[in-house]
């Protein structure tokens, strides 16, 4: 990128954070640096507006997050919901008619939204009976089938144990015939739909208009398949070091790890 980019947009997970979960003392400071130059600093993830906080806390400050893989824009400074683009409960059903006849056994979950992200009233991460989690510690609530497709959401989440992430997305992708994204930041078995045309990318420009900041003075970060449609879409896409080959293949540039803070060296050079 031959000049500083006015907006910074990074996934979190792989990219932002190192492997333990944390923004490094170098990250934090190489971002504080970027932003006190005046670029605008954004999240782009495929987390719940709930998971922000300890990314917030890491930083030192709350930047506005693209979350759900772009299905929602958040401000965690006054925990808000900016915007949400969601899935139909009668798109939800047909979703879950061709999961169970294309990929049969595989479990089924959904992200809802409230009015912020400790929105105690609704129940946000709502799982079918047995649903196998990729995480640990997951929060979800278990409901039945019927009532897991009863509302709209902001993703549903397709999890088969054993398979891949990348042959669920070719079984899938078929099938869906535009009631659906598919996409994936983990290759353990689990892919999310999101809201036909909704992508990391969508949210980051979205955000971007309201400063008449274009395209080519975005600079983006990522490590994962849901990442490329925002790395391809920016004047400059950054791939991280451990980053899926798809994503590097994709990127305009290829930086270290999140482990060796591929994410800082990127900013140091363009702000140091």
Known sequence: MSTRPLLIATDVDGTLLDDDERVTPRTREAVSSAVADGARFVLATGRPPRWIAPVVDGLGFAPIAVCANGAVIYDPSTDRILSAHTLSAE???????????????????????G??????????FVSSPGYEHAWL????????LLDLLSEPAIKLLIRRTGATSAEMVDALAPH??????????????????????????????????????????????????NDIAMLTWAGHGVAMGNAHPEVKAAADEVTATNRDNGLAVVLERLFG
């Open 176 to 225: 869906l015939n535009g009631q659906g994204d598919l996409t994936y930041s983990t290759d353990n078995g689990l892919v999310e739909v999101v809201p036909h045309g909704i992508s990391k990318a969508t949210g980051v420009a979205a955000i971007g208009a309201l400063d008449g900041i274009d395209a080519g003075r975005v600079l983006t970060f990522g490590d994962m398949p």
């Open 115 to 124: 009015a912020g992200a400790h929105d105690a009233v609704t129940p946000q």
């Open 91 to 113: 798109v939800l059903a047909e979703l879950a008619e061709i999961t169970a006849r294309v990929i049969p056994g595989a479990g089924l979950a959904v992200e809802r939204v």
């Open 137 to 144: 510690n997951p929060d979800n609530t278990e409901v039945s």
